[in-house]
């Protein structure tokens, strides 16, 4: 699986981004795709994922009730918008895909998986 992340940019502290995962190649219901953030000076951290074959969806604490992630098969695009942004969501954001369950992402390396390149998102207090 090949991924291609878009959607970063600019923002306000209390609004919104759309970030998208294109995903080419063949996606099994098996899989899960899933949003990373990585700030500077800061290591890599889970945001977000979804089950390809039954969306479930599992979050980070910090972004429940703010964001929402979600997976369209017809596009092959995973999208996460970003509600209430806070100066804290600021860093580089990076989609990843692998086999097994939503949460199973949030222990995920950048060593294992597919990976696509980081898209910005800077928010401004």
């Known amino acids: 699986v090949q991924l291609q992340a878009s959607g970063g940019g600019l923002a306000q502290a209390g609004g919104s981004l759309t970030l998208s995962c294109e995903a080419s190649?063949?996606?099994?219901?098996?899989?899960?795709i899933g949003w990373f953030r990585q700030a500077p000076g800061k290591e890599r951290e889970f945001v977000a994922a979804?089950?390809?074959?039954?969306?479930?969806?599992y979050y980070t604490d910090s972004v429940k009730g703010r964001f929402t992630i979600a997976r369209d098969t017809a596009r092959n695009t995973v999208t996460l918008q970003m509600n209430i942004l806070k100066p804290s969501d600021t860093a580089a954001y990076y989609c990843?895909?692998?086999?097994?369950?939503?949460?199973?992402?949030?222990?995920?390396?950048?060593?294992?998986?597919?990976w696509g390149q980081g898209t910005q998102v800077t928010v401004s207090s």
């Open positions: 190649g063949r996606i099994y219901s098996s899989y899960s």
């Open positions: 990843a895909a692998k086999v097994g369950s939503p949460a199973s992402m949030a222990t995920m390396t950048p060593a294992f998986g597919s």
């Open positions: 979804v089950n390809w074959g039954d969306r479930r969806t």
